[in-house]
Nanobody
């Protein structure tokens, strides 16, 4: 059974940084493309970033140049480095693996 567990969320002031982690178990991590999504209160879940099994990346325009997605296949982990955080980045952040597997989410709150 594939499981994804996110961590690293928290409360940070605007302009600050956080690094989210997502550990995958129960599958061969290296074959999965991985994504980060987020959902703010009262809004639909939105896609944030994507990394292929080979390491190619893509980002939503709203986070481009501020967020960096990366992966460590030896640790079965995908990361989301978030810099220059804004209050509008406040949301629950979820990781997703190809095959439709989701984590439980981690809360990120950015205060102004």
């Amino acid at each position: 059974q594939v499981q994804l567990v996110e961590s690293g969320g928290g409360l940070v002031q605007a302009g600050g940084s956080l690094r989210l982690s997502c550990v995958v178990s129960g599958s061969i991590f290296s074959i999965h493309a991985m994504e980060w999504y987020r959902q703010a209160p009262g809004k639909q879940r939105e896609w944030v970033a994507y990394i292929t099994s080979g390491g190619s990346t893509n980002y939503a325009d709203s986070v481009k140049a501020r967020f960096t997605i990366s992966r460590d296949n030896a640790k079965n982990t995908v990361y989301l480095q978030m810099n220059s955080l804004k209050p509008e980045d406040t949301a629950v952040y979820y990781c997703r693996a190809t095959g439709g597997y989701w984590g439980q989410g981690t809360q990120v709150t950015v205060s102004s």
